[in-house]
């Protein structure tokens, strides 16, 4: 059966746990990240396959038409992605939401989803049209609200550009994003922000609704980007969470056979 026409090529970066791995942890990147970003966490992880998602038009896809809504993503991404179980989701900000919406229409579901610094679904703010910038403004209030871009990026006049085109792009899917009720997750969820973040606690509560199962939030030095203060303490929890839960599936799953 021929492979039927893709918009754009969804990148996959898999990269093995240093030992024997238990599950995989599938991770989704920010506005405007590239999946190498997640995919060097593997330095930390005992146990853990790590597999980054990376959306077309970044890092070494620059010339590839980047997606532009959340359907159209997530579409893309579980016709492309095998999701091997067993296997957890981590998504941070718009990551979160893409990784929420994924593992809606996944079976079976994940062993847990993470949400990293992102509001609930019911919880989003109206948008600003931020993708509807000129490239100046636009630049600005990336750097403004999450600080600014690397030096060898802004100094470049192409990869500026570039990167502009991909954070437009992410964030024409944030801001068209039309969250859909539907029936809650089974699989638990743990929310994490940072410390810093003005709005975390009321983020992270806010996922609790989400699911059917367990809930856990999870506070972490730093501001938006904690994921990069700590990436060590971050990834031994996350790894350990996901042992857990996968030690708990197995014994239910002996407790039904018997």
């Not at 396959?49 to 579980?78: F, N, Y």
């Not at 062993?111 to 100046?136: E, G, I």
């Not at 973040?197 to 972490?220: C, H, I, K, L, Y």
Request: proline residues 9%.
């Amino acid at each position: 059966m021929p492979r039927r026409c893709l918009v754009a090529d969804i990148r996959v970066i898999a990269r093995p746990a240093p030992h024997a791995s238990v599950a995989t942890l599938y991770c989704f990147p920010h506005a405007g990240g590239a999946g190498g970003e997640y995919a060097r966490w593997v330095a930390h992880t005992l146990g853990l396959r790590l597999v980054a998602i990376q959306p077309p038009g970044r890092a070494h896809d620059l010339k590839q038409s980047a997606l532009t809504s959340m359907p159209e993503l997530v579409g893309e991404i579980l016709a492309q992605v095998e999701f091997t179980p067993p296997f957890a989701l981590f998504g941070h900000s718009l990551g979160a939401l893409v990784a929420f919406e994924v593992a809606k229409a996944l079976q079976p579901e994940p062993l847990r989803l993470f949400v990293s610094s992102s509001p609930a679904p019911p919880l989003l703010a109206k948008s600003q049209s931020l993708h509807l910038l000129d490239d100046t403004e636009l630049h600005a209030e990336i750097e403004r609200r999450w600080g600014p871009l690397p030096p060898a990026t802004a100094s470049d006049k192409e990869l500026l550009a570039a990167a502009l085109a991909c954070y437009r792009a992410d964030l024409q899917v944030l801001e068209t994003y039309e969250y859909v009720p539907a029936p809650r997750l089974h699989c638990p969820i743990t929310a994490i922000v940072g410390d810093a973040e003005p709005n975390g606690e009321a983020w992270t509560a806010g996922w609790r609704d989400q699911t059917d199962g367990g809930f856990e939030s999870s506070v972490r030095p730093g501001g938006h980007f904690h994921t990069r203060q700590d990436p060590e303490g971050l990834v031994g929890m996350l790894t350990d969470t996901v042992r857990s839960d996968l030690i708990r599936a197995v014994r239910a799953e002996r407790v039904t056979d018997r």
